[in-house]
T-cell receptor, first 112, second 118 residues
Framework: NAGVTQTPKFRVLKTGQSMTLLCAQDMNHEYMYWYRQDPGMGLRLIHYSVGEGTTAKGEVPDGYNVSRLKKQNFLLGLESAAPSQTSVYFC???????????FGQGTRLTVV | AQKITQTQPGMFVQEKEAVTLDCTYDTSDQSYGLFWYKQPSSGEMIFLIYQGSYDEQNATEGRYSLNFQKARKSANLVISASQLGDSAMYFCAMREAYSGGGADGLTFGKGTHLIIQP
């Protein structure tokens, strides 16, 4: 059982480039989330989804877009990367609101 | 105002001692959930324990227990008989009630870096 898998694990982008982070879960969870983690800031919610075909903004959505065309996948896009988007990105999924969220292993993104 | 406050940026504890990691939260909802996660140096997020706002008893999971004081809006994590492998970042998180037709994710505190010394 793979759980939550993020692709890629590491990436270096130049300012202005675009990229997509892929999150895949095999637990049939309805809820999926994208967080970013910066030193001293904890994890902050970027976007989330409560089911296939739905997305919503979290605490820090600017500069990011998401899509959930299939229940098992949640994509995070950066259209024009900025150095301020250098961070570790975590995807998570959960079966319900008051249940444990399962996290992926994280993606370390550096924008130069 | 921060919704989750962890006042201990770092802690040093002797092996085999008990550890209490502080967490206070701010919400006006009656229904909410409180979570603790561990993040070792390898980076993964590991779920430790959950407490629902309506749970009358404190949650326990092995060496972990959650000291839930609802009136004080406090949800401290207690680790009994600490081990070297407990050295990690620890995050307190909260999910508030379903509101406005949407469902936000977990709100995290800034974490406590726990170091267990031999």
């Amino acid at each position: 059982n793979a759980g939550v898998t993020q692709t890629p694990k590491f990436r270096v982008l130049k300012t202005g480039q675009s990229m997509t982070l892929l999150c895949a879960q095999d637990m049939n969870h309805e809820y999926m989330y994208w967080y970013r983690q910066d030193p001293g800031m904890g994890l902050r919610l970027i976007h989330y989804s409560v089911g296939e075909g739905t997305t919503a903004k979290g605490e820090v959505p600017d500069g990011y877009n998401v899509s959930r065309l299939k229940k098992q996948n949640f994509l995070l896009g950066l259209e024009s990367a900025a150095p301020s988007q250098t961070s570790v990105y975590f995807c998570a999924s959960s079966p319900g609101l008051y249940t444990e969220a399962f996290f992926g292993q994280g993606t370390r993104l550096t924008v130069v | 105002a921060q919704k989750i406050t962890q006042t201990q940026p770092g802690m040093f504890v002797q092996e085999k001692e008990a550890v209490t990691l502080d967490c206070t939260y701010d919400t006006s909802d009656q229904s909410y959930g409180l979570f603790w996660y561990k993040q070792p140096s390898s980076g993964e997020m590991i779920f430790l324990i959950y407490q629902g706002s309506y749970d009358e008893q404190n949650a326990t999971e092995g060496r972990y227990s959650l000291n839930f004081q609802k009136a004080r809006k406090s949800a401290n994590l207690v680790i009994s008989a600490s081990q070297l492998g407990d050295s990690a970042m620890y995050f307190c998180a909260m999910r508030e009630a379903y509101s406005g037709g949407g469902a936000d994710g977990l709100t995290f505190g800034k974490g406590t870096h726990l170091i267990i010394q031999p």
